[in-house]
């Protein structure tokens, strides 16, 4: 997908004056907050699971080598064929390669951010097959004019009832319709006729398992299942560090995935998919694909972002994020919106490309304290930050001045001169009033709020008089 | 028992801001019994630095909070945010020099939020506010995010404010969502900062409160700043300790 994470701070402001955007945020937020907080109740310890939880990722990414070793010995077992694939190009060719190999015209796909990270429908048009997204957001997107996701799990949230009225009517030439299951019908009865013409389905995987060799599926709207079944040719596409050791870690984890991304105690279709059709079975694949992805995972393993591996891809901690809440998905410019966005965008994508990101967050650590996996999210915020001081790649007025600042702090005389001079300078910025309506020193604070006057004498000043004149009485 | 000796961690907002802040923890320490040191010294938790990326800068402001406060049996501060900066960060950023990580250890275990402070470790019976009388009727708490999911300041600050006559709690929607401020990037995306402030401030004006108390001046100077930009002229925005010190 291409790289938009340069134009964070000028995507926002377009975002905020977007009402129809600002409404479906304000509605999406309600759901998924609410819903979530709900569903982990049914846990007798919820914290204790968030713990069993990520020891299971960190026993993985640990020894990520080994456990894909694991994995891949065991889906050969089944029947299955592993490729590896270093970057997004390489899935790309992967997977033209195959569809080639079996005469492929059209593929159903469900949702794979993998899929996005390579630009893989984009891909696979330029070579004569054509992608067909099922999943319904994905679907309305696709048919937008191949409109990029703004949230993992719930990539239309950004569009209201009207505009998937209006996208339907304008490319189905039906009538327009706002009823919320007509409109679901009307995208299955397209989608219908994909399903059984198809010849290749791809999906994402949520999971590995290494002692089965099987991918779990976690989907609401059953078309997973019609992508992983009904074509001959299967391919998953996912993250090397999608890895776990057994199906009784499955559950674990299973306990933790659905309620924290939409809140269910289960998702409404769950599978695990086991190797190759056999010939006494009906259904699945007669060849079944497993392209591994690296794209920069590798190189996250063992250094200062280690943690982030952990991830499950659930989207609570955009869900809860301030920010995200605030100007949706779109405005980070990758795959990956909110806190693990601003993290996974820097690392896979270029820290180059995202100065932004890292800063974009009040590090609340509300994503922290949500997270199932126990990632600390604003950690690792504030550990790119620090790279990208390191690199030289935050403005020079802002290095000049906070180093200056942290020079003018270790000495206290010149600091008390500094605030002295500082609070009589915003005392008479305010004129007399209680608040300054345009702060020089920062404009961005004064463009939608007051900054309250100060008092207009420093604390050590008052409490130095204050002590003077004690000592005096006494 | 012997008198506890506690340096009062100032923090550098309250000293440019609003010294009220300051002299109103001073006075519920030393009412409960402390004896209060204000060291000289003091400027800047470093913080600021540590957030935005200046790790040296940030080193050494550790350093030199670490020998100023060292000496006391505790540090206080009228914030969750900057002394969980002493707390928690401390030790995580001067972990690779084990002679001052030990040094910061051993400063964190005493460090303490003001409220935090006066009920489990002082456990105050009454506060000073109570007899004054000088803020009265409904007030909401907004709970401030390093304080609340790093501290655990949840309980302390309402069970403080019970003690004063004449106030009574009326709880927000969100009290526990993110104002906005977020330090640097309150002034690096004003807007968004801004736009999460108002949402905070639709959650204060819907509670009814006539003010809104909370134990960060970073959070307070930001809900305050939207309320009064909302055109709103008459919700009081106070720091914990003003409620509970009443008049300094």
């Keep these: ?474 | 028992m012997a008198t506890k000796r506690v340096g009062l961690f100032v923090t550098c907002l309250v000293d440019l801001m609003r010294p009220r802040i300051g002299f109103a923890a001073l006075k519920l320490l030393e009412t409960a019994g402390c004896e209060v040191i204000v060291p000289e010294g003091q400027t800047c938790c470093g913080q600021p630095a540590w957030n935005s990326g200046d790790a040296p800068g940030a080193v050494a402001l550790a350093k030199k909070t670490i020998a100023e406060f060292e000496g006391f049996d505790y540090v206080v501060a009228p914030s969750g945010s900057c002394g969980d900066h002493v707390r928690t960060e401390y030790p995580t950023l001067l972990g690779e020099e084990p002679e001052w990580r030990d040094r910061a250890t051993a400063l964190a275990s005493r460090t303490y939020e003001l409220t935090d402070f006066l009920v489990n470790v002082l456990k105050v019976d009454s506060v000073p506010g109570d007899a004054d009388g000088l803020i009265q009727g409904s007030v909401t708490y907004h709970d401030s995010c390093t304080g609340l999911r790093s501290m655990g300041i949840k309980e302390q600050p309402r069970a403080l404010l019970a003690k004063v006559r004449g106030v009574q709690l009326k709880e927000m929607d969100g009290c526990e969502e993110c104002c906005g401020f977020g330090g640097t990037f309150s002034v690096k995306f004003g807007e968004v900062s801004a736009a999460i402030a108002e949402r905070k401030c639709n959650n204060v004006l819907a509670s009814g409160a006539k003010a809104v108390v909370g134990g960060d001046l970073g959070c307070l100077l930001n809900i305050e700043g939207k309320l009064r930009r909302m055109g709103n002229d008459t919700t009081q925005v106070l720091h914990v300790a003003e409620v509970l010190a009443g008049r300094v």
């Design chain 1, 1 to 474: 997908m291409e790289i938009k994470s340069m134009h964070f701070k000028a995507n926002v402001s377009a975002k905020l004056a977007d009402a129809v955007l600002q409404g479906n945020l304000k509605n999406a937020k309600g759901k998924f907050v609410t819903k979530r907080a709900e569903a982990i109740k049914d846990l007798d310890d919820f914290e204790a699971t968030r713990d069993a939880a990520a020891a299971i990722r960190n026993k993985v990414i640990d020894n990520l080598d080994l456990w894909l070793e694991r994995f891949e010995q065991k889906a050969k077992d089944t029947g299955a064929t592993v490729l590896w694939a270093k970057d997004g190009a390489e899935v790309c060719r992967l997977v033209i390669d195959i569809a080639k190999k079996h005469g492929v015209k059209k593929v159903t796909k469900s949702k794979s951010m993998l899929s996005e990270e390579a630009g893989l429908n984009h891909a696979l048009e330029a070579a004569g097959i054509q992608p067909v997204e099922t999943d319904l957001g994905e679907y309305i997107l696709q048919v937008d004019n191949n409109e990029p996701p703004s949230h993992i799990i719930a990539p239309a949230v950004h569009k209201s009832l009207d505009d998937v009225a209006d996208l339907f009517h304008k490319i189905h030439g039906t009538p327009r319709k706002t009823d919320i299951p007509a409109l679901t019908r009307e995208a299955r009865e397209v989608l219908r006729g994909h399903f059984l013409s198809a010849e290749m389905g791809l999906s994402g995987g949520n999971f590995l398992v290494a002692e089965t060799g099987s991918v779990a599926l976690v989907t609401n709207e059953g078309n997973g299942r019609m992508v992983t079944t009904l074509p001959k040719v299967h391919v998953v596409i996912t993250g090397i560090e999608k890895v776990i050791p057994t199906l009784e870690d499955l559950s674990t984890l299973m306990r933790l995935l659905p309620r924290s991304a939409t809140g269910q105690s289960i998702s409404n279709y769950f599978s695990i998919l086991t190797g190759v059709k056999k010939p006494e079975e009906h259904d699945g694949p007669e060849h079944l694909y497993f392209v591994l992805v690296d794209a920069g995972r590798a190189d996250v393993v063992g250094g200062d972002f280690h943690a982030m591996l952990r991830c499950i891809r659930c989207g609570a901690c955009m869900n809860h994020c301030p920010v995200y809440q605030t100007i949706g998905g779109h405005a980070y410019g990758w795959v990956y919106p909110g806190p693990m966005g601003s993290v996974l965008t820097p690392l896979y994508a270029g820290i180059e490309n995202s100065i932004d990101l890292p800063h974009a967050a009040t590090l609340c650590n509300q994503c922290g304290i949500v997270c199932p996996v126990k990632i600390p999210l604003p950690d690792l915020l504030r550990k790119l930050r620090e790279k990208q001081t390191e690199r030289g790649l935050r403005p020079l007025t802002e290095r000049i001045g906070l180093r200056l600042w942290a020079w003018v702090a270790l000495r206290p005389a010149l600091y008390a001169l500094g605030a002295r001079f500082g609070a009589r300078y915003l005392k008479w910025l305010a004129s007399g009033s209680d608040r300054i309506r345009i702060l020089p020193a920062a404009p961005e604070w004064t463009q939608g709020r007051d900054f309250p006057a100060p008092q207009g004498k420093t604390f050590r000043e008052l409490y130095a008089a204050r002590q003077k004149t004690a000592k005096e009485s006494t």
